[in-house]
């Protein structure tokens, strides 16, 4: 069965409509995957594999029906970090463990509806604030790549399961990164989509002004079809914007010929890892071939994005995790009274890094320090997405390393936070300007780890991005090797 878990998505729906093999197996086919390689892997948290059986069951019935679906019959795993009605939600945090969600959240009701079959919830550093799923509260997620390297993060479940065939495709978040650094470590492909674009309903909260869900797959085509089901409105989420989702499948074969794609100098310097420049530039070279026209560009406040994200990150995550108090979520300590039960529960259930930054985001809005940091933050957040502005008056995308290097190895960056950080410097602005990026391999280094590009684009110009990456993989065949 094995082959059947290394489809693509689209192949796997056209097979299961011309009748090739049913849901049912293809959900069997990846619950014996799981079994196999997840005790090596860790990707998931849980495996809802009764539920994944029923969900198939109902796919066959719906298709023998006559009752065709986008993603009907796809088996998808979800990043613990989305709420999941009925199925435990932890976000990674010791926390949250035994909380049972009321609600799914909105981009898992709506693959839900597209028929997709959820095989589990997927490993993440502890309410997504990392870059390597070593700050997970339950258990490290190793790379597929290379069992001794980390699978990125904060979203490195959801690339492992993709990656290792364990999930056709996957659901993450990006905050800083956490969707497109894992893709890239891990050799598949995944989009952060533009802020408001999917609905945050049910995600849960890490800076609410940044944390945007997408999907990770095989392909950029997989990739759009995923989005394609849960991009779009939400009256749930007042952040979650009214413009029309175009077909973003329907529209990934459009002529790329004439696009303009920018390098961002700054983004090119001597802190990459050779392997992965020449990767980026040997990628902008392949669409220049196909009829793009690249040109170097500038983004003078390049310097300025880290800082200010890890100013207002971690001042949005503490006001977040506030709620975090054992009376209304997941686990309790006792205490001898309701502030020291309050101490207990969150002096247990919170890991290092998520102590970190809630005295870190507290501090940063306290009086006194506010107008300093998260006043002065958001006013450099302003001139950043001004400059975004004014570059996409004259490109229609951006190609960018996503990360500086490939997977580093376990514990490398875990004891130096500061490393930890900089490894975010070129995801980082995406979401202070409320972008889209689209992350793809492009290449491999010296010992056989997977490199990824990533194309950024105005905010709304998902199928743009879309388009370019899909001209791009149909041109060449990174994409297509497996661990
Ligand atoms: N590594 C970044 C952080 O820790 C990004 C995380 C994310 O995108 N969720 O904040």
Redesign the pocket.
């Known amino acids: 069965m094995t082959e059947l878990t290394s489809l693509t998505l689209s192949a796997a729906l056209e097979k299961m409509r011309a009748g090739e093999f049913s849901a049912a197996e293809l959900t069997e086919a990846h619950l014996a995957q799981i079994d196999a390689r997840d005790p090596e892997i860790g990707a998931y948290l849980c495996v809802t594999a009764d539920l994944a059986r029923d969900q198939a069951r109902a796919a066959d019935d719906m298709r023998a029906a006559g009752d065709e679906r986008p993603l009907l019959g796809i088996p998808i795993a979800i990043k613990d970090v989305l709420s999941t009605k009925g199925v435990e939600t932890t976000c990674g945090s010791r926390i949250l463990k035994g909380y049972l969600p009321i609600f799914d959240a909105t981009a898992v009701a709506r693959l839900r509806e597209a028929g997709a079959v959820m095989l589990g919830k997927l490993n993440m550093d502890e309410f997504?604030?990392?870059?390597t799923t070593e700050a997970s509260g339950y258990q490290i997620t190793r790379n597929p790549w290379d069992a001794e390297r980390v699978p990125g993060g904060?979203s490195g479940g959801s690339a492992a399961a993709v990656a290792a065939n364990m999930a056709i495709a996957s659901l993450g978040?990006?905050?800083?990164?956490?969707i497109r650094q894992p893709a890239a470590f891990c050799g598949v492909s995944a989009i952060k989509p533009s802020y408001g674009r999917v609905s945050r309903y049910g995600l849960i909260a890490?800076g609410s002004s940044f944390d945007q869900a997408g999907p990770f797959a095989r392909t950029v085509e997989d990739v759009a079809r995923v989005l394609g089901a849960i991009a779009g409105h939400d009256p749930l989420d007042s952040t979650s914007m009214p413009t029309p989702v175009p077909d973003y499948a329907a529209g990934l074969n459009r002529d790329i010929a004439g696009l303009r794609i920018g390098l961002p100098r700054e983004y090119f310097t001597d802190a990459l890892q050779p392997e992965v420049a020449a990767a980026a530039r040997a990628a902008a070279a392949q669409l220049e071939a196909l009829g793009a026209r690249v040109q170097e560009v500038s983004l003078e406040h390049a310097d300025y994005c880290l800082p200010a994200y890890y100013i207002i990150?971690v001042a949005e995550a503490s006001a977040n995790l506030a709620r975090y108090d054992g009376i209304r979520f997941g686990a309790r300590v006792d205490g001898a009274d309701l502030l020291d039960t309050y101490k207990k529960t969150r002096g247990h259930g919170f890991g290092e890094e998520v102590k970190r930054r809630i005295m870190l985001g507290t501090y940063t809005l306290s009086a006194g320090y506010y107008d300093a940091y998260y006043g002065k933050a958001q006013a450099v957040r302003t001139l950043i997405r001004e400059e975004f502005d004014q570059i996409f008056a004259g490109v229609d995308a951006l190609l960018a390393p996503v990360a500086p290097t490939t997977a580093f190895k376990f514990g490398e960056l875990m004891g130096d936070p500061l490393q930890m950080i900089l490894a975010?410097v070129l995801t980082i602005s995406a979401n202070l300007a409320g972008l889209c990026g689209l992350a793809l391999p492009c290449g491999f280094d010296d010992e056989g780890l997977p490199i990824g590009m990533q194309l950024l684009g105005a905010p709304y110009s998902e199928d743009t991005i879309l388009r370019l990456g899909h001209a791009y993989q149909l041109a060449t065949d990174w994409h297509l090797r497996s661990p």
């Open positions: 997504a604030m990392g870059s904060s978040s990006d905050t800083g990164g956490s890490y990150a975010d």
